[in-house]
């Protein structure tokens, strides 16, 4: 099992915890950053973890911020990855079993560790019952063309690096 996690500033030690939970379980894990409590720009990350899903680098993401909506969002915006912003189990094994997500999200500031860690293992357990492969395919197909290219942040990347979200 192969697992890639990105993180914004805000929640840094929560994935650094994370990331060291998954090893202690032999799980690899592929860090995308970010790695300190620098203010960054969080769809960055959300980019990075879906590209090395849908890419088959990993078997599954990982995202985190401070409540999930924003880092989810933009996993989501990547063509092939189904992203669940997840806060119980039940949604978690749900969302892998009929719908085959592929990345779960947290918002670190709301879920606990514990609960979090409990939510990540259920998700690497749970199997795709494989129903919906026409449902997932047509919300696969809702995002035409593929988007893996991390240089459509290189605009955003300049404004941060001029100080203009400073």
Same mark, same amino acid.
């Given at each position: 099992?192969?697992?890639?996690?990105?993180?914004?500033?805000?929640?840094?030690?929560?994935?650094?915890?994370? /990331?060291?939970?998954?090893?202690?379980?032999?799980?690899?894990?592929?860090?995308?950053?970010?790695?300190?409590?620098?203010?960054?720009? !969080?769809?960055? &990350?959300?980019?990075? /973890?879906?590209?090395?899903?849908?890419?088959?680098?990993?078997?599954?993401?990982? =995202?985190?911020?401070?409540?999930?909506?924003?880092?989810?969002?933009?996993?989501?915006?990547?063509?092939?990855?189904? /992203?669940?912003?997840?806060?119980?189990? *039940?949604? /978690?094994?749900?969302?892998?079993?009929? &719908? %085959?997500?592929?990345?779960?999200? $947290?918002?670190?500031?709301? =879920?606990?560790?514990?609960?979090? !860690?409990?939510?990540?293992?259920?998700?690497?357990?749970?199997? !795709?019952?494989?129903?919906?492969?026409? *449902?997932?395919?047509?919300?696969? %197909?809702?995002?035409?063309?593929?988007? !893996?290219?991390?240089?459509?942040?290189?605009?955003?990347?300049?404004?941060?690096?001029?100080? $203009? &979200?400073?």
């Amino acid at each position: 099992m192969k697992i890639a996690i990105g993180c914004d500033h805000i929640v840094t030690d929560i994935k650094d915890k994370i /990331v060291e939970m998954l090893k202690l379980d032999g799980i690899e894990v592929i860090d995308c950053g970010t790695n300190d409590f620098n203010r960054t720009h !969080y769809p960055i &990350y959300g980019h990075k /973890v879906a590209v090395n899903v849908v890419t088959k680098k990993v078997d599954l993401g990982i =995202v985190i911020c401070g409540t999930g909506v924003g880092i989810t969002n933009s996993a989501q915006k990547v063509k092939g990855a189904r /992203v669940v912003l997840a806060k119980d189990v *039940l949604t /978690v094994v749900d969302a892998k079993e009929k &719908y %085959n997500a592929n990345i779960v999200g $947290f918002g670190g500031r709301i =879920v606990g560790l514990g609960l979090m !860690y409990e939510m990540i293992t259920k998700f690497i357990e749970a199997k !795709y019952l494989a129903k919906n492969d026409k *449902l997932i395919s047509q919300i696969d %197909n809702m995002i035409k063309q593929e988007n !893996y290219d991390s240089r459509i942040f290189d605009k955003e990347n300049k404004k941060w690096d001029e100080g $203009f &979200y400073n």
